[in-house]
C-alpha cells in the first residue's frame, strides 16, 4: 500500500491533529513511498532501526519518536539515526499521548482490557488530555494479589512500594512515565497507585501519604498500545506486521 494511505489512516484513527503534545506526532521520517512490512516498537533507537531494516521493515510505528519539543540540530547521534532510516528506507511515525488516552488502543485502555479491572472514571490530566483511570474493586483485593495479576497478565516483573493498606479498594493508573501524577491520586484518596517508570523524589511523598505504588516498567507498560493498534492496521489492510522488542529494563 502506498504509505500516504497508511498515514492518513492513522493520523484520522489516532486523532493526531487535535492532541496536543510535546512529541511531534505523525509521520517524522518518510520513505519512498510503499509500505510493504509495518514494524512496531516502543522506542526510535538504533537497536529498532537495525531490527527493522534486518526483517524487511519499511515502515516503522513508534510510541516514542525522535523529535521533541524545539527543533534538534541532525548531528552527532540524531544524524546516525536519520541517515540509518533514510538509506534503510524506513519511515517512522510516531503516536505518543494520541496512543496513551486512545479509548479502545491505547496503553491505558489496554492495560484495563488485559487486567478485566472495573473502570470507575478518567484519571491524569497531562497537556490537557487525561490519559488514565480509575479504578473501583467492589470487593477490595489484597496488595499481593493485585501485584500478582499485573505481573502474570502484562508480563512484567512490578517494583512495589509498600506504604498503604493492605486491601485495595480504590486504584489509578497511567501507564510509562505516571509517577508525576501521583499527587493527584493522593489528593483523590486512591490505596494504590500504578504506573511505569520510578523517581527516587516520590518515595517519601508515597511514604509519607500512605498510598502503594505500584511499577511495571515503562517500557513494559506501554508495548501494548503498538501492539493493538498493529493488530487493527492488520485487519484493515493485511499488511505483514511484527513487534520489535528493544526491552530497557526500565
Known amino acids: 500500500m502506498k504509505t500516504d494511505q497508511l498515514v492518513d489512516y492513522l493520523d484520522t484513527l489516532l486523532r493526531i491533529d487535535d492532541i496536543p503534545d510535546d512529541s511531534l506526532n505523525g509521520l517524522q521520517v518518510a520513505n519512498r513511498g510503499e509500505v510493504r512490512t509495518l514494524g512496531l516498537a516502543v522506542d526510535a533507537c538504533m537497536e529498532t532501526y537495525r531490527k527493522a531494516a534486518e526483517r524487511g521493515v519499511d515502515f516503522l510505528l513508534v510510541h516514542h519518536g525522535i523529535f521533541w519539543g524545539k527543533p534538534v540540530p541532525i548531528r552527532g547521534i540524531h544524524y546516525e539515526r536519520m541517515r540509518f532510516l533514510i ?3 524506513i519511515a517512522l511515525y510516531a503516536a505518543h499521548l494520541p496512543l496513551d488516552l486512545h479509548p479502545e488502543f491505547g496503553n491505558n485502555a489496554q492495560i484495563a482490557e488485559r487486567l478485566e479491572w472495573p473502570v470507575s472514571g478518567d ?4 497537556h490537557g488530555s487525561i490519559l488514565g483511570k480509575e479504578v473501583l474493586f467492589q470487593k477490595p483485593v489484597t496488595l499481593e494479589i493485585l501485584v500478582d495479576s499485573i505481573r502474570d497478565r502484562l508480563g512484567c516483573k512490578p517494583q512495589v ?3 498503604g493498606p493492605s486491601e485495595i479498594r480504590r486504584l489509578a493508573f497511567v ?3 505516571g509517577l508525576g501524577m501521583l499527587e493527584e491520586a493522593i489528593d483523590k484518596g486512591m490505596d494504590a497507585y500504578f504506573t511505569g517508570e520510578p523517581k527516587h523524589s516520590a518515595f517519601w511523598l508515597a511514604r509519607e501519604s500512605g498510598i502503594n505504588v505500584i511499577l511495571g516498567g515503562h517500557y513494559a507498560t506501554e508495548t501494548l498500545g503498538v501492539k ?3 493488530e487493527k492496521v492488520v485487519q ?6 511484527l513487534f520489535l522488542d528493544s526491552p530497557t529494563g526500565l
Not at 484519571?123 to 497531562?126: A, T
Not at 484493515?236 to 506486521?241: D, H, R
Open 175 to 177: 501507564s510509562g512515565g
Open 123 to 126: 484519571f491524569g490530566e497531562y
Open 228 to 230: 493493538a493498534l498493529g
Open 236 to 241: 484493515e489492510f493485511g499488511l505483514n506486521t
Open 87 to 89: 538509506e534503510s528506507n
Open 161 to 163: 512500594w509498600d506504604c
